[in-house]
Antibody, heavy 116, light 110 residues
Framework: EVQLVESGGGLVQPGVSLRLSCAAS????????MTWVRQAPGKGLEWVAN????????YYVGSVNGRFTISRDNAKSSLYLQMNSLRAEDTAVYYC?????????WGQGTLVTVSS | QSVLTQPPSASGTPGQGVTISCSGS????????VSWYLQLPGTAPKLLIY???QRPSGVSDRFSGSKSGTSASLAISGLQSEDEADYYC???????????FGGGTKLTVL
């Protein structure tokens, strides 16, 4: 059974950093592009970043480019999102998802709240 | 402001059919396939349709998708109370190197 479990969310002040993790199981992690998608409270879905199987290609939505870094550890079947210089508008549930153009499996999400 | 445009709401009575539209541009829907997601309150999105009209294993055949030009549609037949949810369309965007989503359509089963 495919499982994606996010962790690392929480309440932080503007300007600080946070690292999200996503533990994958039930499939060959190293064979898939992986994606982070976020959803602000009461809002729609927004793609954040994605990463190729070997980590050689990474893409970001413009609003996080230069502040967020996506990475992966295939030996640990884990996906990460390093978030720096957090802003109030980054407040959202962050989902990791398998695949790139039509992600087929999603984790349950982890809530990041940026507030003073 | 979402890249893909969906109506914010739709409704129907049990047993009826309903269609949800999704409009984009040549850089996304026009040149790539469309997928659809269902999201129940407090849960993660679930893939309903991929590659315009393909259903993942386990998804009811009451759900069907279509695409024409820069627009797509999700049709739900035989509405059931459990279909009440938010529905999102998505498509790869060549200019962003990532997927773009519609703003979501809240389906109410009256």
């Amino acid at each position: 059974e495919v499982q994606l479990v996010e962790s690392g969310g929480g309440l932080v002040q503007p300007g600080v950093s946070l690292r999200l993790s996503c533990a994958a199981s039930g499939f060959t992690f190293s064979s898939y592009w992986m994606t982070w998608v976020r959803q602000a409270p009461g809002k729609g879905l927004e793609w954040v970043a994605n990463i190729k199987q070997d980590g050689s290609e990474k893409y970001y939505v413009g609003s996080v480019n230069g502040r967020f870094t996506i990475s992966r550890d295939n030996a640990k079947s884990s996906l990460y999102l390093q978030m720096n210089s957090l802003r109030a508008e980054d407040t959202a549930v962050y989902y990791c998802a398998r695949g790139i153009s039509s992600p087929d499996y999603w984790g349950q999400g982890t809530l990041v709240t940026v507030s003073s | 402001q979402s890249v893909l445009t969906q109506p914010p709401s739709a409704s129907g009575t049990p047993g009826q059919g309903v269609t949800i539209s999704c409009s984009g541009s040549s850089s996304n829907i026009g040149g790539n396939t469309v997928s659809w997601y269902l999201q129940l309150p407090g849960t993660a999105p679930k893939l309903l349709i991929y590659s315009n009209n393909q259903r993942p294993s386990g998804v009811s055949d009451r759900f069907s998708g279509s695409k024409s030009g820069t627009s797509a549609s999700l049709a739900i037949s035989g509405l059931q109370s459990e279909d009440e949810a938010d529905y999102y369309c998505a498509a790869w965007d060549d200019s962003l190197n990532g997927p773009v989503f519609g703003g979501g359509t809240k389906l109410t089963v009256l």
